[in-house]
């Protein structure tokens, strides 16, 4: 009642204010002049908003029918802006000469040619205007060296936002074409930064939409997500928000979320129908249909088969291409030797040729019917031949960013390929299928550095260690144990449920008033992930984690017998990014020379990076255990131009005692916090990082979330750990969350002090983070000590 009347008091108080204001009279406002109201119409144009073009169009040629050569500007605008008319909108505005409705008329009719003569003994700031349509109407034609000369030229002749928006959008049309999605996504970039300036909202919208698809094809599902959401969101654009629907269900497919796929296919469809556009309602039926194959419901998949036959037009040959996919998939549940016989026909066109994605697709389907039937062995070459058509298509967006992701579009095929070598106890074998498929980004940066072939059991012996390769996957996940003795493999849960209980006992890691006594989470995935290894105390373990475990600390996770006690206690813990890299690495010696390279202490970058207070003593205490063989670069000095001048291949070990930021949407901007240096610049990232060859055995970043707080399919923690480790360096030891100034230099002193002696860095990294344990001060909780963690190899 209380919260009725002040919503009462406050309608009467504003109608009181109403009565005051009935008698003052508002002037209407003045009508904009031609010049005003024909620059406001081309603005929309520009940002994509053609109705209101067109309306404003409408006003200027009612306006100014009076005036022959405003009247034939405005109907060029309405011409422009309704292209459903085109030349057609110019019957009833005869030519009045001008320069500017010469260039556009014949802009309008294509004759590109005229139009730029004209412009350039006329209007020559509209040539770059005539640039940008000859791109596009290139492009159309499929002339894609023509197109991005225009689109080229265009950049090069113009400061405009608008126009640069539509340019780099052309060059991005065009490597989408080329199925180069690197590139791609690089222009699309581009292109909504100037949208944004140049304030084009809905061109911003679609061209996130488009770069989102781009994104979706190299496998970059989380950011495709992130780009299709605007687009998803609003209700006035329908074409947009149905393609940014289907995407987001064909993410959700591709992820084995099945559910969630099925709603956003439905809302696409729905969308569709109200659209009633035969080629957007045959994507949307093909979406269903297979959705609901994947389902296992045959019936309904049948059901949305024949929508698609009847709503498919002819002209859409690509997307005939993988109705003929789809059906043959249909076709092999009833009749798998006809089905092959299809999609071998498919496999052979021309269609087929260039198209990788498709290829691989068809290859799939062939394995899979070959392994359903019983036909193993050709299941299993089918299944190579797809992982070596996916390893083509890589390639496409190879040293890029786009490749850090795109592992993600074959592990359906990784995983059904385990799966068939699992069922015919080739325990080695499924490993290695699994372990080619980890950290590629990271091994093609190595390059000759990584070995080429592999022995696990042999490393396992090599390491006296056991190891622990986790697979997670949507349906059931596996873990491989390695040891000196040979390899076993265990069946988890799905990937979901392990992910949940990971992120939920990470968060439960870093509260203040945490407890080992009290938690569950900490006991059910040490019993789930580990118990099943049946690992002795006093050994070495190296965990090769995947998804969310990625971002687990294993030292924290609870032994429940004979007392509960955190793992860390039994064994020294550290991880690899893959068996090759681990299988890569120089066995440790403990001899040196030892020099060490350390910076840190810097300025305070304002309130975001404030002064660390503890960051000198960290940087005295490592000098005092190395010597004059330690170089540090601190204060002013220390800067990211100071990192390459400072020669970091001459040493042995390096760190960093800094503030570091890991941006999850762009993981090689990740990047230590240093002081300014003379290009205005505090930020090492991981892009100058990787660029800079390392020999280290050791690198430490004291830094927080400098372990990566972006995780991709295969590949992993994406940050500086992996910069580091792609430069080169053999261990890295980083953080998995926020690291506290008081604690850090305690555990980096204990840590250098044990490595001085001779000890191996992971055993080193555990004594001093069981000193913090055994304390029985504040700083024995796992908010302090668990976030560091040893990454590369023992």
């Not at 996916?390 to 592990?411: E, M, P, T, W």
């Not at 498929?437 to 093609?444: C, I, K, M, N, V």
């Not at 690291?739 to 191996?760: H, K, L």
Request: aromatic content about 8%; glycine content about 6%.
């Amino acid at each position: 009642m209380r919260l009725r009347a002040i919503a009462l008091f406050l309608l009467a108080a504003v109608a009181c204010r109403e009565e005051k204001k009935q008698d003052v009279v508002h002037p209407a406002p003045k009508p904009l002049a031609a010049d005003a109201l024909y620059a406001r119409g081309r603005e929309a144009l520009h940002s994509g908003e053609n109705n209101d073009a067109e309306r404003i169009a409408h006003e200027g040629e009612q306006r100014f029918a009076k005036q022959p050569v405003w009247h034939e500007l405005f109907a060029i605008l309405d011409a422009e802006a309704n292209s459903s008319h085109g030349l057609q909108q110019l019957e009833h505005a005869p030519a009045n000469g001008t320069p500017e409705a010469l260039v556009r008329r014949a802009m309008l009719g294509g004759e590109y040619e005229k139009a730029d003569e004209i412009a350039a003994r006329r209007l020559p700031a509209l040539r770059s205007e005539i640039a940008a349509a000859r791109a596009r109407q290139s492009a159309g034609a499929g002339r894609f060296e023509e197109a991005e000369r225009y689109a080229r030229q265009t950049i090069a002749s113009t400061n405009q936002p608008w126009l640069l928006a539509r340019a780099h959008a052309q060059l991005a049309s065009i490597a989408t074409q080329q199925q180069q999605w690197a590139q791609a996504i690089d222009d699309y970039t581009t292109s909504i930064e100037y949208a944004q300036v140049a304030h084009m909202p809905s061109y911003v919208m679609k061209a996130m939409t488009n770069r989102g698809w781009c994104r979706l094809k190299a496998g970059d599902y989380d950011e495709a997500l992130n780009d299709l959401r605007p687009a998803r969101e609003q209700q006035q654009d329908r074409f947009y928000r149905h393609l940014s629907l289907v995407h987001t269900a064909d993410i959700y497919e591709r992820r084995q979320e099945l559910a969630a796929a099925l709603d956003y296919a439905r809302k696409g469809y729905e969308v569709a129908v109200v659209m009633n556009d035969g080629r957007e309602l045959a994507n949307s039926s093909h979406q269903l249909r297979q959705i609901e194959f994947e389902r296992g419901h045959y019936k309904e998949a049948k059901i949305w088969n024949d929508a698609v036959s009847k709503t498919r037009p002819a002209s859409d040959p690509e997307g005939l291409l993988w109705d003929h996919w789809m059906e043959a998939r249909i076709v092999a549940m009833a009749n798998p030797v006809q089905a092959l016989e299809m999609l071998k026909k498919l496999r052979a066109s021309k269609e087929a040729k260039d198209n990788l994605q498709f290829l691989w697709c068809v290859q799939w389907a062939e394995a899979e019917i070959n392994y359903r039937i019983g036909k193993l062995p050709e299941a299993e070459k089918k299944f190579k031949e797809t992982l070596d058509t996916g390893a083509a298509a890589r390639r496409s967006v190879k040293g890029s960013d786009a490749a850090l992701g795109f592992q993600r579009n074959l592990l359906n095929v990784y995983d059904t390929y385990i799966e068939l070598l699992l069922t015919q106890d080739r325990v080695k074998d499924a490993l290695l299928i699994a372990e080619s498929g980890r950290a590629r980004a990271l091994r093609e940066e190595l390059g000759e550095r990584v070995v080429r072939t592999l022995d696990p059991v042999a490393l396992a012996r090599q390491t006296d260690a056991t190891i622990l390769c986790y697979w997670l996957y949507a349906k059931r996940s596996l873990l491989w144990i390695v040891t000196p003795h040979g390899i076993e493999v265990q069946r988890l849960a799905a990937e979901d449920e392990i992910d949940k209980l990971a992120d939920g006992y990470r968060d439960e890691l870093q509260r203040s008033r945490f407890s080992p006594d009290t938690t569950n989470l900490g006991v059910q995935l040490y019993e789930m992930l580990v118990a099943p290894a049946k690992i002795a105390r006093e050994s070495r373990v190296i965990i090769l984690p995947d998804a969310h475990l990625r971002a687990l600390s294993f030292d924290a996770l609870i032994v429940p017998q004979p007392k509960r006690h955190y793992w860390i206690e039994d064994v020294t813990i550290s991880y690899s990014p893959s068996l090759y890299l681990l299988a890569s690495a120089p066995t440790w010696t403990g001899r040196g020379p030892w020099r060490a390279l350390v910076f840190g202490n810097v300025p305070a970058e304002g309130s975001e990076f404030p002064k660390l207070e503890q960051a000198q003593r960290e940087i005295d205490n490592i000098s005092r255990r190395f010597g004059t063989s330690a170089v540090v670069v601190s204060g002013t000095g220390a800067t990211p131009a100071s990192y390459a001048a400072a020669h970091p291949k001459d040493y042995q070990i390096i760190h960093f005692a800094a503030h570091a930021v890991a941006p999850p949407e762009t993981p090689m901007n990740s990047a230590v916090i240093l002081a300014r240096d003379s290009a205005n610049n505090f930020r090492l990232e991981g892009r100058q990082i990787i660029r800079v060859p390392l020999a280290a055995e050791l690198v430490t970043l004291s830094s927080c979330n400098s372990a990566g707080r972006r995780n991709y399919a295969g590949e992993g923690l994406v940050g500086l750990t992996w910069a580091f480790l792609g430069a080169g360096a053999r261990r890295v030891v980083a953080a998995q969350w926020e690291v506290s100034d008081s604690a850090a230099p305690r555990i980096m002193d204990s840590m250098y002090a044990a490595i001085r002696s001779g000890v191996e860095p992971a055993v080193a990294l555990r004594r001093a983070k069981l000193e913090l344990l055994r304390s029985g001060r504040v700083f024995a909780r796992p908010l302090y000590w668990a976030p560091f963690a040893i990454y590369g190899a023992l």
